[in-house]
């Protein structure tokens, strides 16, 4: 069954410093989106890609956050200059169509720990 | 904001026990769809509801969308140790409850 694959499975950044998280959608999605899980608390969207173009962002997703399609098939999050509260789990996930009955798919994640 | 209310927030069974979580909300859904996350992994998708009032079951799992669309339940009947993970209702891309923590013991 196609998956959604994302890298590195850990990432260790001292803050201020700039990290790009890597993630392949499912090849037939054309929705994407990047999620951000604190340890021990609930999933929290953080923005929608389509078309080459965010379609929705949650206000966590401030300044500091980019999203990117750099080929046909990455995708990837930016995040300019790392603080520690950015220490997170960080899923990516993807889905055929935008609407509530087409399940995300989501990655294994991304760990980053930000000292 | 809209936010969805997640009970109990986690639970410690004996193996073959039956579990019952629910999600609430004060907002009115047209989806509700249950995940589990197991450790180390994301969320997988476990049911879908798209009607009110819908009973859908997957296997040991039945999950229900509420009349009143603003509520939705998952069982799990005589549970096992791969049950183990958290459990969390989502009513379309964007919200997710706080989840429910399962632990069964063998």
């Known amino acids: 069954e196609p998956e959604v694959t994302q890298t590195p499975s850990h990432q260790v950044t001292q803050m201020g410093q700039e990290v790009i998280l890597r993630c392949v959608p499912i090849s037939n999605h054309l929705y994407f989106y990047w999620y951000r899980q604190i340890l021990g608390q609930k999933v929290e969207f953080l923005v929608s890609?389509?078309?080459?173009?965010?379609?929705?962002k949650s206000e966590i997703f401030d300044d500091q956050f980019s999203v990117e399609r750099p080929d046909g098939s990455n995708f990837t999050l930016k995040i300019r200059s790392t603080k520690l509260e950015d220490s997170a789990m960080y899923f990516c996930a993807s889905s055929e169509t935008p609407g509530a009955n087409s399940p995300l798919h989501f990655g294994n994640g991304t760990r980053l720990t930000v000292t | 904001g809209q936010q969805l209310n997640q009970s109990p927030q986690s639970m410690f069974i004996q193996e073959g026990e039956d579990v019952s979580m629910n999600c609430t909300s004060s907002?009115?859904?047209?989806?509700w769809l249950w995940y589990k996350q197991e450790p180390g992994e994301g969320p997988v998708l476990l049911i879908a509801?798209?009607?009110?009032?819908e009973l859908t079951s997957n296997g040991r799992l039945t999950a229900q969308f509420g009349i009143t669309r603003k509520d939705s339940f998952l069982n799990i009947s005589a549970s096992i140790p791969s049950d183990v993970g958290i459990y969390f209702c989502?009513?379309?891309?964007?919200?997710f409850g706080q989840g429910t923590t399962l632990q069964v013991k063998p």
């Open positions: 509801l798209y009607k009110a009032g």
């Open positions: 907002s009115i859904f047209n989806t």
């Open positions: 890609f389509y078309n080459n173009e965010i379609s929705e």
């Open positions: 989502n009513t379309g891309k964007l919200i």
